[in-house]
């Protein structure tokens, strides 16, 4: 099956502290790549679906400027945790999709842990 | 709040036995699916059931939709140490594409006993 790659796999990093954190596909084109957010023993909440060229669409609540998603390429998605702090901390995933009705993938995630 | 609540929260079962897990939603969806998710590792996908359709049977999988009740179920048969893991199921709104946005339900922790 297609395969979706997540970098980095963990990370720690310092409060107030910028963290990225790259979705690939890596052998498809996702049109569509969707971020969520995992705390532990919880679900998945959606945060924002990206599209490749266009601003990312943000789910209510989740606040844009705090969590950057750039879609730069049909192979490619970031999301860029800005001035990371404690409650930040959480499971990232992403899944990607070629569109129209084409089948989810998902990566394996990214845990933040912001200290 | 979550599209789906999944019932029981957490589940633990000897190999062998069947395991039983039951999600409710809110509106009305396009499809259902089931996910697997090993302990802070990614999501497999399970199964699709579509909202025409009621069952749908994958190797030991189960899956039953009854949209009238808003409600869908999976049945693990036989189960094996390696199904233990969480299970969660997601839906994908009425007008939405096949495989589109999901919402998540609060998800089955299971634990089968060797």
């Known amino acids: 099956g297609a395969v979706v790659s997540q970098h980095p796999s963990w990370v720690i990093c310092k409060s107030g502290t910028s963290v990225k954190i790259e979705c690939r596909s890596l052998?498809?084109?996702?049109?569509?790549m969707f971020w969520y957010r995992q705390f532990p023993k919880q679900s998945l909440m959606l945060m924002a679906t990206?599209?490749?060229?266009?601003?990312?669409?943000?789910e209510q609540g989740v606040e844009k400027d705090k969590f950057l998603i750039n879609h730069a390429s049909l192979t490619l998605s970031t999301l860029t945790v800005t001035s990371a702090h404690p409650e930040d901390s959480s499971f990232y995933i992403c899944?990607?999709?070629?569109?129209?009705?084409?089948?989810?993938?998902f990566g394996e995630g990214s845990r933040l842990t912001v200290l | 709040s979550q599209q789906g609540e999944e019932d029981p929260q957490a589940l633990s079962i000897q190999e062998g036995e069947n395991a039983t897990m039951n999600c409710s939603y809110k509106?009305?969806?396009?499809?259902l699916q089931w996910y697997r998710q090993n302990s802070g590792r990614g999501l497999v996908h399970l199964i699709l059931?579509?909202?025409?359709?009621r069952e749908k049977h994958r190797g030991r999988l189960r899956v039953t939709l009854d949209t009238s009740k808003k409600s869908s179920s999976l049945l693990i048969t036989a189960s094996r140490a390696a199904d233990t893991a969480s299970y969660f199921c997601?839906?994908?709104?009425?007008?939405?594409?096949?495989?589109?946005?999901?919402?998540f339900g609060q998800g089955t922790i299971l634990t089968v006993h060797p």
């Open positions: 899944s990607a999709t070629i569109g129209g009705g084409g089948e989810l993938f």
């Open positions: 052998d498809f084109q996702a049109t569509t």
């Open positions: 990206s599209n490749e060229g266009s601003k990312a669409t943000y």
């Open positions: 509106t009305s969806i396009n499809n």
């Open positions: 059931i579509r909202s025409n359709e």
């Open positions: 997601a839906t994908v709104r009425a007008g939405g594409t096949s495989y589109g946005k999901l919402t």
